[in-house]
Nanobody
Framework: VQFVESGGGLVQPGGSLGLSCATS????????MAWYRQAPGKQRELVAAIGSSRITQYTDSVKGRFTISRDNAKKMLYLQMNSLQPEDTGVYYC????????????????WGQGTQVTVSS
């Protein structure tokens, strides 16, 4: 299984970025997928998730600003990020997830390299 994230960069507060994740080695359409981020000195946190039925879920801090989407034919996951704030800074990862005990959890410990997002003036 491989996840390859791209699209990060440096952006000013209030700006926008679009992230992409290419996947291989999984039957993409059968899995729920998620974006995680890891801020400096903090644990990795789930930011947004999308089920195989395209039902979406967001952490409170990004609701109304981020949009997760998927293209099953291309096996691609996307994250559109608007109104970015300095606290959105971090390395963003995508991963397949499963629901366990009311939460989404990554299906394995194998992570891609992630893509760096820096929000700064």
């Amino acid at each position: 299984v491989q996840f390859v994230e791209s699209g990060g960069g440096l952006v000013q507060p209030g700006g926008s970025l679009g992230l992409s994740c290419a996947t291989s080695g999984i039957i993409f359409g059968l899995y729920s997928m998620a974006w995680y981020r890891q801020a400096p000195g903090k644990q990795r946190e789930l930011v947004a998730a999308i089920g195989s039925s395209r039902i979406t879920q967001y952490t409170d801090s990004v609701k109304g600003r981020f949009t997760i989407s998927r293209d099953n034919a291309k096996k691609m996951l996307y994250l559109q990020m608007n109104s970015l704030q300095p606290e959105d800074t971090g390395v963003y990862y995508c991963h397949a997830v499963r629901a366990e005990d009311g939460e989404y959890r990554a299906t394995s410990d194998a992570w891609g390299q992630g893509t760096q997002v820096t929000v700064s003036s």
